[in-house]
């Protein structure tokens, strides 16, 4: 993390043995996604064949990857009503969006399905959707390359990962 943002600065960082650059003033996107894309992300693989197996019931080490509660938690200082009101805003808000990108991606909007994907991502991400935020962000990464057949492909399981999360909410919280 460094305050220097001036042009050329990353890459003198980087050079100087940084992993990444992130910028003053933080954003908390940042401070989930920077140190995610870094750390080792334990049970991966045997998470992953639990979800392609589309078993109702997940395996209890991989809830923590469907929803993080603990981590939302810590976010919002154990605050339970404040993390019941966003989950529900966030509830509400996910499915609009997604039916947002579905237009974007029948009108051939690559710009408004990258922008949709990259708010899904972040929404996701800060409320503790770690499955959900990872769609999005290969969602994202696709209509950035304008290759909406990817991102169409990815819609299937973009939803099936909102109603896993909307599941793990409504249980925990």
Not at 13 to 24: F, H, L, P, Q, S
Not at 46 to 70: G, P, Q, Y
Not at 91 to 100: C, M
Not at 153 to 171: G, T, V
Request: proline letters at 3%; hydrophobic letters at 40%.
């Amino acid at each position: 993390m460094t305050a220097h943002a001036m042009q050329g600065d990353r890459d003198r960082c980087i050079e100087a043995g940084m992993n990444d650059y992130v910028t003053k003033p933080i954003s908390l996107q940042a401070l989930v996604e920077v140190p995610d894309k870094w750390l080792p992300k334990e049970n991966d693989d045997r998470c992953a064949e639990v979800m392609k197996k589309n078993e109702t019931e997940e395996d209890a080490s991989c809830s923590s990857l469907i929803f993080d509660r603990a981590g939302l938690m810590s976010r919002l200082m154990n605050d339970e009503n404040l993390a019941r009101m966003l989950v529900e805003r966030f509830l509400k808000d996910i499915p609009e969006r997604i039916s947002t990108m579905k237009r974007y991606l029948e009108t051939g909007d690559v710009t408004g399905a990258e922008h949709q994907a990259h708010t899904i991502r972040g929404a996701s991400a800060n409320m503790g959707g770690g499955r959900l935020r990872e769609v999005a962000f290969e969602m994202e990464k696709a209509a950035k390359a304008g290759d909406l057949n990817a991102v169409t492909r990815q819609m299937p399981e973009l939803e099936a990962q909102f109603d896993r999360l909307n599941q793990a909410m409504k249980k925990e919280l």
